[in-house]
């Protein structure tokens, strides 16, 4: 099945330093990858949608100079979370589409969690 | 505008018995409606999903029904257990433009022994 992975799973900063995020896709080819941030008990909230080779397209609400976003491969994307404060700390989820499946599922990452002290 | 909306926010469920997670949604072209199911500290994890061109799907004990016209689809997981107990969403999508997945809030799923 696919599978899509994220590194580091865990990430412990101190506040103004930058933290990089990594998601792979590691036996499809993603043609989206999404990001998502979740809080304790809350749902997923939708932060941005990269494709391959183009400029991610951020929600509402997101700053996109503050969580930039790098898709520069069909299995990679990065999250880069710079100048952190604790308010940033939060369950990070990328998801990956597969554009050559025919229901064009998404498959979630493990996620990451950060906390900015 | 929440475009899915889910119920309830939480369930207790003895061991054994039926769980009923219900989602309604806004838009009539969304054409994919999965379920996820999230343990503390993981990322979602594709549990079923379902095509509005069918009325339910059965996967073991998961089932999906799913209500055209009422713009309505449920989980029902059937002999529920201990094991089950997570997080479940829901969500709906039109798969073929490559848009976003709009999940519900999430229901905490305690099965108990």
């Known amino acids: 099945g696919a599978v899509v992975s994220q590194h580091p799973s865990r990430v412990i900063c101190k506040s103004g330093t930058s933290v990089k995020i990594e998601c792979r896709s590691l036996d499809f080819q993603a043609t989206t990858m999404f990001w998502y941030r979740q809080f304790p008990k809350q749902s997923l909230m939708l932060m941005a949608t990269?494709?391959?080779?183009?400029?991610?397209?951020?929600e509402q609400g997101v700053e996109k100079d503050k969580f930039l976003i790098n898709h520069a491969s069909l299995t990679l994307s990065t999250l880069t979370v710079t100048s952190a404060h604790p308010e940033d700390s939060s369950f990070y989820i990328c998801?990956?589409?597969?554009?050559?499946?025919?229901?064009?599922?998404?498959?979630f990452g493990p996620g990451t969690r950060l906390t900015v002290l | 505008q929440q475009q899915v909306k889910q119920s309830p926010q939480s369930l207790i469920v003895q061991k054994g018995g039926i769980s009923i997670i219900n989602c309604a949604y806004e838009?009539?072209?969304?054409?994919?409606f999965p379920w996820y199911q999230q343990f503390p500290g993981k990322g979602p994890a594709l549990l079923i999903a379902i095509r509005p061109d069918v009325s339910e799907k059965k996967e073991g004990r998961f089932t999906i029904s799913f209500n055209k016209s009422a713009k309505q689809f449920s989980l029902h997981i059937m002999d529920s257990q201990p094991g089950d107990s997570a997080t479940y969403f829901c969500a709906a999508t039109l798969s073929n433009t490559g848009n976003q997945f709009y999940f519900g809030t999430g229901t905490s799923l305690t099965v108990i022994p």
């Open positions: 990269s494709n391959e080779g183009s400029k991610a397209t951020y």
């Open positions: 998801s990956a589409r597969d554009g050559a499946g025919a229901l064009n599922e998404q498959f």
């Open positions: 838009n009539t072209a969304f054409d994919y």
